[in-house]
């Protein structure tokens, strides 16, 4: 924390701020302090080399608050001009804003995932397309002329670190087959992660008991910071799927 200046010293401040790098000569500094009746009832001579030595002293302090005016060009260039000072530039870090990451209604969280697919196929060279009609599957993907069906389950940031999913088993049974993949975005606080399954995979894990068999199949992904893996169910570690985007096209 600075310390406060003497009368003296703010005196100077007053009139120094504005000047810029520039500044102003100590005879220049006490005339206009004479001017406005800043000089505390001293003659000029006087306040003038009170006001130079006090200017003096507070740039050998270990913070200064003045700084001396060097020479921009000639043969002294860069050094400092006699007599003649400025008001210490003050470096401040810039403001950190934090922003809060909103919490979504169902309806904008499941088309921002869409969409966050359909963005990262896209890096991976699929060409890639909506489903008007959601009857199962959200997206079909194209590459090396071959055509995917993808399914897109998204669920927001869980404050105990368990994303949840379900599907419901009539439209699993629809479409399950070699060329459908199931892509469970599991959205951070400022990102996402993608967890890519074929649906094949998601069989033999109803047919294994990793996911129950219901009318609606439930997944639980968590995930273990430390370790950085990723559960389903507390069962089975699909760490492997996660953001295996060229998976689907192997």
């Not at 260039?77 to 934090?98: D, H, N, S, V």
């Not at 070699?178 to 649906?199: D, M």
Request: hydrophobic share 40%; aromatic share 10%.
């Amino acid at each position: 924390m600075q310390q406060p200046l003497t009368p003296l010293l703010e005196t100077a401040r007053e009139i120094l701020d504005g000047s810029g790098r520039k500044g102003l000569h100590i005879s220049m500094i006490a005339k206009i302090a004479v001017d406005q009746n800043k000089n505390m009832g001293l003659p000029l001579e006087e306040f003038q080399k009170k006001i130079g030595t006090a200017l003096a002293a507070n740039l050998k302090t270990k913070k200064p608050r003045f700084a001396s005016v060097n020479h921009s060009s000639g043969p002294r260039k860069g050094k400092p001009k006699q007599g003649w000072y400025r008001l210490k530039e003050e470096r401040t870090a810039p403001a950190a804003f934090a922003v809060n990451a909103p919490q979504p209604s169902k309806n904008f969280l499941g088309k921002a995932g869409e969409y966050a697919v359909m963005s990262e196929l896209l890096f991976w060279e699929f060409n890639v397309s909506s489903m008007i009609v959601d009857d199962g599957i959200d997206l079909v993907a194209s590459k090396d002329n071959k055509f995917f069906h993808i399914q897109v389950k998204t669920s927001s940031c869980p404050k105990d670190n368990v994303w949840r999913f379900t599907i419901s088993k009539a439209s699993f049974m629809r479409y399950n087959s070699g060329n459908v993949f199931y892509v469970f975005v599991l959205r951070k606080t400022n990102g996402n992660e993608f967890i890519i399954i074929p649906s094949q995979q998601i069989s033999y894990m109803i047919h294994s008991s990793f996911i129950s068999d219901a009318q609606t199949l439930s997944l639980n992904i968590s995930c273990n910071e430390k370790k950085k893996e990723y559960i389903l169910n507390g069962k089975i570690n699909v760490t492997p799927y996660l953001g295996n985007f060229g998976g689907i096209i192997v």
